[in-house]
Every structure is written in C-alpha cells, then in structure tokens.
C-alpha cells in the first residue's frame, strides 16, 4: 500500500479495531465508543476485507484475534499515537507547559552574543523547553534544513534550499576590535600595519577584508586564524593584535571591559543576519512560536519588503 491508497481508507476503522483488541467483544467495544453493536458488525466486515483477514473468531462469548491482527496491531499502535501526537502539537502549543525539544543552528557570533540574552528570555517564558545548539554557517546551513539535522538556523545565509524560508534580522556591521588605550580610531596605515586574528571555522588565513584590501592595493599580515569567538576577548587584550568582528560581538565583548571598538578603515561587503528555517515546519505551532520569539529578541529593527530576499516569508 502506498500514500496514495491511504485515501480509500476510514481512520476511524483503526480506533475501533484497536478498541476491538483490548475489549475482545463487539458489545464493549461499541459502549466504549458510543456506538451501537450493529456500527460495530459493520466496521468489521469492513476491516476483514481491508486487511483480507477474519482479524477475530469467536470463542464462546469473546472474539479472539488472529496472529494477523495481533501482528496489525504491533505496527498499528504506534502509528495512531504519532499521529495523535502529530495533531495535538500542530492543534495546541502552551510555551508555558510544553516540553519540547527545539533543534536550532547559530552561527558562532550568533551563539557567543546573542544566545545568552535570547535563552534567557526563552526561559522566562517557557521553563520545562530544551534547546540543543548546532554550530551552523552560510556553507552548511542548507543541508541542516534539508536534513533535519535543525528546524531552523540564525546565521548569515546564501543560497538556501527550494523548500527553505528566511526572515531578514538585522544588518551586520563589521567593527574593529581593539586593546587600545588611545582615542583616536585606526587610520588604513595603520590598522594595515597591526597584526590581525582571523575567525575563521575553516582555518582559512584570508577572507572578506583581504579581498577589499587588495582592490585598493594594500594587504595586512594575519597571524592567527581561530575558529570561534570565545577566546578571542583574552587574545586581544595586553596585545596589538586587532581582529574584525561583527558590532553585537564587540559589543559583547566590550560590557566585560579591556577593549574598544571602531570602524574598519575599508569599505567591507554588506551582510546581513537571518532567521532561516524549514517550509515543512511553516505551520508548526511550537516552531511559529520559536521563530516569533527569536525574531522579537534578536532583530534590531522591524524588516520592510525592500531588506528581505525574494523567497522571504513572515515567521
């Protein structure tokens, strides 16, 4: 049987076969189910020949099933309470009561400023919800939202999948990150001649701000490439080392102290911050909540039609 049969078939004949399984009785079962003895009759025979089997022979005042209906009721049971499932999380969502279990990607930046104020916040609202955090970047979020591997991801994203949505949530503006005492910000001489750190997942020694760099015929000298935000503040800091980061990371950084943060000496490629997700979790109850919820807490400012891509959809 394919999806496709699935049409010709009365839900309703499964609950009532499931019933007959527990109760062994035409009669208990139909009082079980509000129904009359003769509905009950009918469903079977309706059953019998959907299934192609007699499913119960009667054995003094009880029906006792087949080994084909016990094995039917092996797969079916399971089936009818993810179904159940299924329709009470689509149907009712309380934040407040819910356990749920949310898969979301954050990009490092995301996850080193943002997170901590959001899950706070989340946790106000919905105190008996988890949340497992997967690492995710414009180069791997697609096949996440493909996979399943998360139900929606808040990075810098590109090219998305057909089946995939995004909601814009605030530009990002590089920043130059600092342990300098002095008042003035870093003029293209200078902040060329510094030694940078580069964040870079990959590895990679060169990025963005090399390639402006060399379209004015100027380069700079990076001497440590690490892959994520966390020690970046103790790499700085007592150094003259400088990095570009995104304005929440060094704003992050800055509440702690030791650091400062000015405009970078060179015009750098727009980028923004998005919320992306799965169009199979669009009507979701739990997701739409989610999504709501980080859109409120991380967008900086109200989105127009004018900052969204064309495949942009509301949260």
């Given at each position: ?119 706070r ?5 919905a ?40 909601k ?15 008042m003035?910000?870093l ?36 001497v ?61 109850a739990?997701?739409?909540?989610l999504?709501?919820?980080v ?21």
């Open positions: 049987m394919n999806r496709n049969d699935l049409r010709k078939i009365d839900f309703s004949l499964l609950i009532i076969f499931e019933t007959l399984m527990e109760e062994h009785s035409l009669t208990r079962t139909g009082e079980k189910l509000f129904l009359c003895q003769s509905a009950i009759s009918a469903s079977l025979n309706r059953l019998r020949q959907l299934f192609d089997d007699p499913l119960f022979v009667r054995l003094g005042r009880t029906m006792e099933p087949t080994s084909r209906a016990i094995e039917i009721l092996q797969n079916l049971t399971p089936a009818i309470d993810k179904m159940a499932v299924a329709l009470h999380n689509v149907s009712d969502f309380d934040p407040k009561t819910s356990s749920s279990v949310f898969k979301i990607g954050l990009s490092d930046d995301v996850e080193y400023s943002l997170l901590p104020c959001l899950l916040q989340l946790r106000q609202e105190p008996q919800i988890s949340f497992a955090v997967h690492r995710t970047d414009h180069s791997v979020i697609a096949d996440q939202l493909s996979s399943g591997e998360i139900s929606l991801g808040v990075s810098n994203s590109r090219d998305l999948p057909a089946n995939a949505k995004r814009f949530l605030r530009n990002i503006r590089p920043t130059v990150l600092s342990a300098d005492s002095q003035q910000p003029d293209l001489d200078e902040y060329c001649k510094r030694p940078h750190v580069s964040i870079s997942l990959s590895g990679e020694m060169t990025d963005h701000v090399d390639r402006a760099l060399g379209s004015l015929g100027r380069q700079r000298q990076v440590l490439a690490v892959p994520q935000y966390s020690a970046l503040k103790a790499l700085i800091e007592h150094s003259d080392l400088v990095a570009v980061v995104p304005d929440y990371v060094a704003k992050a950084m800055l509440r702690q102290g030791g650091l400062r943060m000015d405009p970078v000496p060179v015009t750098l490629p727009s980028a923004d911050l998005s919320l992306s997700w799965s169009a199979m979790l669009d009507n979701d739990g997701e739409r909540w999504r709501s919820r859109t409120h807490h991380l967008c900086e400012k109200r989105a127009t039609p004018g900052e969204i891509s064309p495949n942009t959809q509301a949260a």
